[in-house]
């Protein structure tokens, strides 16, 4: 079976520093997706950044960039230039590629951006 | 826009009272999902379907059902509340194939008394 785990349950930063939120998982799947989700208190949950794991190139979306070790299982989320409105929970999530396409979830990561 | 509604933001039910919550999603997906959000816990996977009237337990299905007669529809029951399941319940849906997004709804947090 796979699991997500963030280690950090809590983070706080200045506004426009620089954050890194970390994430490992463990599977035995060679090929597979990984997703980091955000979710403000609105409680909307939205879709950051996605990787493929076939992919070697790391992905990037604008200030956020994800740092993908296959071999050593970890995937952290950049947020670069950090904004009050980075203020949210921080989710990742594995999926297998086949099956039923299900996701499976870290526990996540209150990022708090200060003034 | 794409969207996935779900009926209440807030609900506040007795013990043992039967107890509905909705989601219906405009963007024809196959698959609905619902999941119970708690500190700590992160996203747990209750029930999905991925196609009318076809369900699929997920990893704590137990006191729980589910119901889709409809496509765009799904909906989650508890068929008699405990306290034991206040908590927040996220309904998500996604198309099928590997590189589709899941589009989330803004939750439901129920207060069981």
């Known amino acids: 079976a796979q699991t997500v785990t963030q280690s950090q349950p809590e983070m706080s930063v200045q506004e426009a520093e620089t954050v890194t939120l970390s994430c490992t998982y463990d599977?035995?799947?060679?090929?597979?997706?990984l997703f980091w989700y955000k979710q403000p208190p609105s409680r909307q949950m939205i879709l950051v950044i996605r990787?493929?794991?076939?992919k070697q190139q790391n992905a990037t979306e604008n200030r956020f960039s994800v740092n993908f070790q296959k071999a050593a299982k970890s995937f952290s989320l950049k947020i670069s230039d950090s904004q009050l409105g980075d203020t949210a929970m921080y989710f990742c999530?594995?999926?297998?590629?086949?099956?039923?396409?299900?996701?499976?979830w870290g526990a996540g990561t209150k990022l708090i951006i200060k003034p | 826009d794409v969207k996935v509604t779900q009926s209440s933001r807030y609900l506040v039910k007795r013990t043992g009272e039967k107890v509905f919550l909705e989601c219906v999603q405009d963007?024809?997906?196959?698959?609905m999902f619902w999941y119970r959000q708690d500190p700590g816990l992160g996203l747990r996977l209750i029930y999905f379907?991925?196609?009318?009237?076809?369900?699929e337990k997920g990893d704590i299905p137990e006191g729980y059902s589910v119901s889709r007669e409809k496509k765009e529809r799904f909906s989650l029951i508890l068929e008699s509340a405990s306290t034991n399941q206040t908590s927040m319940y996220l309904c998500?849906?996604?198309?099928?194939?590997?590189?589709?997004?899941?589009?989330f709804g803004q939750g439901t947090r129920l207060t069981v008394v």
């Open positions: 998500a849906s996604r198309g099928d194939g590997a590189n589709t997004e899941a589009f």
């Open positions: 963007m024809d997906h196959e698959n």
């Open positions: 379907s991925y196609d009318v009237k076809m369900k």
């Open positions: 599977t035995s799947e060679s090929n597979y997706y």
């Open positions: 990787q493929e794991a076939y």
């Open positions: 999530a594995f999926m297998k590629h086949g099956g039923n396409y299900q996701l499976i």
